[in-house]
């Protein structure tokens, strides 16, 4: 991935102060809010960084694919006008699937190890509320806090929470 296109994105959003955006959002900060190019240019900028996998463009939201956090931008920064002419490499791999809904999976999990069905579902619920997490989080903390192992569960909660719908 062009390390250009991934500073430009960085400096993009702490310049907003945002970590998510709409692509309309996208454009406007570019064109009008930074004045760093004409609305038609921040278009193909976007597409350029999407297609290269700078940035995630999913359900109208627009977001950095990777943390940007730690890259150093230039107080000042501009993008330079040849940045539209980065070459793209081909894009990443895709994510792999998690099962489609965690926390049915976690729920048997749950059953299997002798606790009641509707225990399981009022602690997820409560947990989900209380912390305003996603309910298959939550029920990994019911688990947890029950003495029932989850740590091999982990890593598909996580992915099925990136890559479920906004």
């Given amino acids: 991935m062009s390390e250009k296109l991934r500073e430009c994105a960085a ?3 702490r310049a907003t102060g945002k970590d998510v955006t709409t692509a309309d959002g996208f454009v406007m ?3 009008l809010e930074l004045k760093w190019m004409p609305p038609s240019d921040a278009k193909r900028l976007l597409a350029l960084m999407v297609k290269a996998g700078v940035l995630e ?8 694919a990777s943390d940007l956090s730690g ?3 230039p107080m000042a920064y501009r993008p330079a006008p040849t940045i539209l002419e980065e070459p793209v490499p081909a ?9 489609a809904d965690m926390f049915h999976v976690l729920m048997d999990a749950a059953v299997s190890a ?6 399981f579902v009022q602690g997820s619920n409560r947990i989900s509320r209380d912390l305003n997490i996603d309910i298959a989080a939550a029920a990994l903390i019911v688990l947890r806090d029950n003495g029932i192992e989850a740590s091999s569960y982990v890593d598909d909660v996580y ?4 890559i479920a719908p906004s």
């Fill in 11 to 13: 400096a993009f959003f």
């Fill in 29 to 31: 900060g570019i064109s």
């Fill in 57 to 64: 463009q999913r359900d109208g939201y627009v977001r950095p």
């Fill in 71 to 73: 890259m150093d931008v």
């Fill in 91 to 99: 894009p990443a791999p895709a994510k792999k699937e998690a099962p």
């Fill in 114 to 119: 002798g606790m009641e069905r509707k225990d």
């Fill in 159 to 162: 992915n099925s929470i990136l």
